[in-house]
T-cell receptor, first 113, second 114 residues
Framework: KAGVTQTPRYLIKTRGQQVTLSCSPI?????VSWYQQTPGQGLQFLFE???????NKGNFPGRFSGRQFSNSRSEMNVSTLELGDSALYLC????????????FGPGTRLTVT | GQNIDQPTEMTATEGAIVQINCTYQ??????LFWYQQHAGEAPTFLSY????GLEEKGRFSSFLSRSKGYSYLLLKELQMKDSASYLC???????????????FGKGTKLSVIP
């Protein structure tokens, strides 16, 4: 079974631009969660989607948004990029019902200059 | 709010046993996860505790005390490949079973030396 895939793996953007990251979960998984990882703050929860609906949301500004499609693939968007948005963005997929593991993708490394 | 504390770094010898502690203060709690993350790689799942007690899985065991806000990860028969960061995370989701909202500690960087 293929793992979680994320595209692109690396991205360089300038301040003020916007960016869209993509995550394809493991086949059969309906829940996708997004996390931001930085050396200073560690791993922080952004949001979780299940069956195309946002089910949980972390404490991030409205510039961070996401969506999920009917095939469970998810995208997250960051608008008006700031230098502090430079981070590794990880998505994780799980079944979404019952107790189960979350499987992380390899991440997208975003650098904002 | 949530506050999760783990030691920043630990060093242990190959073949030994190491215990990585995690304490948390949170207003809500569904369960506690441990993840392993090698440098430059994604976190991988190690264990999930929702009830008090010890969960054993091969060389790794995880313990939880909900009343004390305390967990630990025990690694036995350490191998060089166990050198990694170990992340403790509490699940705060209230959207039903299978819904996760993980709050992570900063991680403990474990170095295994010969």
């Amino acid at each position: 079974k293929a793992g979680v895939t994320q595209t692109p793996r690396y991205l360089i953007k300038t301040r003020g631009q916007q960016v869209t990251l993509s995550c394809s979960p493991i086949s059969g998984h309906r829940s996708v969660s997004w996390y931001q990882q930085t050396p200073g703050q560690g791993l922080q929860f952004l949001f979780e989607y299940f069956s195309e609906t946002q089910r949980n949301k972390g404490n991030f500004p409205g510039r961070f948004s996401g969506r999920q499609f009917s095939n469970s693939r998810s995208e997250m968007n960051v608008s008006t990029l700031e230098l502090g948005d430079s981070a590794l963005y990880l998505c994780a997929s799980s079944l979404g019902t019952g107790v189960g593991e979350q499987y992380f993708g390899p991440g997208t490394r975003l650098t904002v200059t | 709010g949530q506050n999760i504390d783990q030691p920043t770094e630990m060093t242990a010898t190959e073949g030994a046993i190491v215990q990585i502690n995690c304490t948390y203060q949170t207003s809500g709690f569904n369960g506690l996860f441990w993840y392993q993350q090698h440098a430059g790689e994604a976190p991988t799942f190690l264990s999930y505790n929702v009830l008090d007690g010890l969960e054993e899985k091969g060389r790794f065991s995880s313990f939880l005390s909900r009343s004390k806000g305390y967990s630990y990860l025990l690694l036995k028969e350490l191998q060089m490949k166990d050198s990694a960061s170990y992340l403790c995370a509490v699940d705060l989701a209230y959207s039903g079973a299978g819904s996760y909202q993980l709050t992570f500690g900063k991680g403990t960087k474990l170095s295994v030396i010969p």
